[in-house]
């Protein structure tokens, strides 16, 4: 008998009339018809594919526009009412299945937020829109559905059901949480019809998703599971609580085989990273709802939100707060966290930071792509590439940061002899100063998975060793890749020197000597979290920034985080304000043309970071090979680092 850790999370559980092998379902990611022609590109499948293959027992799609004339919330939605678009996602449904996973079709409708004009598409509104109740949005007019716009929708859902099951999904996820169709009308704040709609009473608010529900069931079969999500709190002021949630459920009982518990909405700011779980949230921090609502329904319940941890997984199934587990970013970050999990492997689960990284790049570019799994958004181009390098070599990695480390690790995975050093007595470079930080926790978990791999690993580590073109002649090795990093700017201020400044990273390593109250120049990343990690220790934190708005680094997502948590810890930013001189009692800054002091006992600056390009061009041509990644070239974030660090070296070696 083998020792299973984890019997609860991988005992299989039978919806309908579908068997599922473990309790960790994949939960609706991406992927985005990123043409806009309605039909998803191959490394779709590969995409969902990837999940299957690491062990999850369901894999859900990306949004399935059931009605595009009417439905759509953007133009490049997948168009399920779109024939011509089957057969794309039927290699989705093949690709995960024959894994022995469930693939499911995600259902949506955007309701009266349906053709909307998006700035990031350009153009303007495509279509009407139609909602609970007639009402202005966004200067549009939303028309109210009609009896027969109701019973299209009904027929629409129940279409793409039997399409589902007809390209080889197993299994349906209705969505009807977040702000999309169906939590406008179970919404009694939204839903104000007078009809059997809608209104204060429940039973008629749910009873176009009840009616959705049984239209399925009857169309494609009691034994074909549906899965529905709702959000058990919208968890904002004018939003429903979870009393409503329970009550949503509960009309849910005996219609679906799953309800699948998340919260918040999308088109509520403040709350985005609720319903997407931001580094400041706590892990597993919407449990809570399923948990409620579990205790008033008969159906499976399932969780969503911030699990990466096979052990809390494991509580919560074994505690009866749910019967499946959902992730998202999780599986992005390592698909392999099932079989992880289940082969008593959990140590070497890579788990996600909750950076949304993957969300930012996938609106932004049209590929998730993870700070710490450069494999993520790349499936397709990487799916046959196990073969070792043409050319076995001698590779040498100056620096042991972000980018060193995984250089080194994909080098080594790929044949050839490595030699790694670093300057200083640790690997992680200049984020280890991060790792007192709470909410950095999973950022310096992964530091600390990297350095066992390494150290596992057939690489030739050398600490407190800086490479220098005498070193580099003396080991002679065929490959230099430079991942020398960066330092701080210091700007050229007045007081600058003084001995109430420090700088940012300073600051994060020693924080205790640090005054009261402080102001921090610099919006950019390090400057709000420090100024966020601050407040958390208890200071008054003020922050200067030239520019008119924080500088996310890219990643627009994180930054809504950050904002968040900045609000609910009343740290001001003076934006548009440059600071003139410092002297020991504040900072004397100039904004719209008029002078203002900051006063304050300590000023840290945060104002960016300056490439060590002198240092690594000495090493140009010290090896018939060199390559540069990295803040040694310009300032980048983890992302990018990891994704340079991992493709250039996967191509050692292949150009004879």
Not at 379 to 388: G, I, T, V
Request: hydrophobic share 40%.
């Amino acid at each position: 008998m083998a020792d299973i850790k984890y019997k609860n999370l991988f005992t299989p559980i039978k919806l309908g009339a579908q068997l599922f092998r473990n309790r960790i379902f994949a939960s609706p990611t991406g992927f985005q018809d990123v043409d806009g022609s309605g039909i998803l590109p191959p490394e779709a499948a590969a995409y969902y594919e990837r999940k299957a293959i690491g062990g999850a027992a369901s894999v859900a799609s990306c949004e399935c526009i059931v009605d595009s004339e009417l439905g759509l919330g953007t133009p490049r939605h997948f168009r399920f009412d779109n024939e011509m678009s089957h057969f794309s996602l039927a290699r989705v449904a093949h690709a995960v299945s024959r894994h022995g996973a469930v693939a499911s079709a995600e259902l949506q409708h955007a309701g009266m937020y349906a053709n909307r004009s998006l700035s990031m598409f350009g153009g303007e509104s495509q279509g009407c829109a139609y909602g609970p109740v007639e009402m202005e949005l966004d200067g549009r007019k939303i028309l109210p559905m009609t009896e027969e716009i109701i019973e299209r929708t009904i027929s629409k859902y129940a279409q793409a059901a039997v399409y589902a099951k007809q390209l080889g999904f197993g299994m349906v996820t209705v969505h009807a949480g977040h702000g999309w169709l169906f939590q406008q009308f179970l919404s009694p704040y939204i839903n104000t019809r007078t009809d059997r709609w809608g209104g204060k009473n429940i039973e008629n608010r749910a009873r176009l998703l009840i009616s959705v529900c049984d239209a399925i069931k009857k169309a494609v079969g009691r034994g074909f599971p549906i899965e529905v999500r709702i959000s058990g709190s919208e968890c904002y002021d004018g939003g429903y609580g979870i009393e409503e949630g329970i009550k949503i459920a509960c009309q849910l009982d005996g219609h679906a085989d799953l309800i699948h518990v998340s919260a918040g909405s999308h088109e509520v700011d403040e709350v985005f990273t609720i319903t997407h779980p931001s580094m400041f949230q706590p892990d597993g921090c919407n449990v809570q709802f399923a948990a409620e609502i579990k205790k008033h329904v008969k159906t499976p319940v399932a969780t969503v939100g911030a699990l990466s941890d096979p052990e809390m997984m494991e509580e919560i199934i074994a505690d009866g707060r749910a019967d499946v587990v959902e992730l998202a970013r999780a599986l992005l970050a390592d698909p392999d966290l099932p079989a992880k999990a289940r082969t008593g492997r959990e140590s070497e689960i890579k788990k996600c930071m909750r950076c949304l990284s993957c969300f930012s790049s996938e609106l932004t570019h049209g590929e998730p792509y993870c700070a710490i799994n450069p494999k993520c958004g790349r499936e397709l181009e990487l799916k046959y590439d196990n073969a070792r390098p043409a050319v076995r070599k001698k590779v040498l990695v100056a620096g042991g940061g972000i980018g060193g480390m995984q250089a080194a690790i994909t080098a080594s995975e790929r044949g050839h002899d490595v030699i790694l050093c670093e300057k200083s007595s640790r690997l992680g470079g200049t984020l280890r100063c991060e790792e007192n930080v709470p909410f950095k926790k999973k950022l310096d978990e992964y530091l600390n998975y990297q350095e066992k791999l390494i150290r596992r690993m057939k690489i030739d580590l050398r600490l407190n060793t800086a490479v220098t073109p005498e070193l580099a002649e003396a080991l002679s090795p065929d490959v230099i890749i430079a991942a020398l990093g960066a330092e701080p700017v210091k700007p050229k201020i007045p007081g600058i020197d003084g001995k109430n400044v420090i700088s940012a990273e300073a600051a994060y390593i020693n924080p205790a000597p640090l005054g009261k109250n402080v102001v921090i120049l610099g919006a950019g990343l390090v400057g709000t979290e420090l100024g966020i990690y601050l407040s958390m220790l208890g200071r008054h934190v003020e922050i200067v920034e030239m520019a008119d708005t924080i500088n996310d680094g890219g990643n627009f997502l994180h930054a809504s985080g950050l904002r968040r948590e900045i609000k609910l810890r009343g740290i001001e930013i003076h934006f548009n304000t440059t600071a003139l001189s410092i002297d020991g009692g504040g900072v004397l800054c100039s904004s719209e043309g008029e002078e203002v002091r900051y006063d304050c006992d300590t000023v840290i600056y945060a104002v960016g970071q300056h490439s060590r390009t002198d240092e690594t061009l000495k090493l140009n041509f010290a090896a018939p090979e060199f390559y540069m990644l990295g803040d040694c070239i310009s300032p980048r974030n983890i992302t990018a680092a990891t994704s340079a660090a991992f493709t250039i070296a996967r191509d050692i070696g292949t150009v004879r």
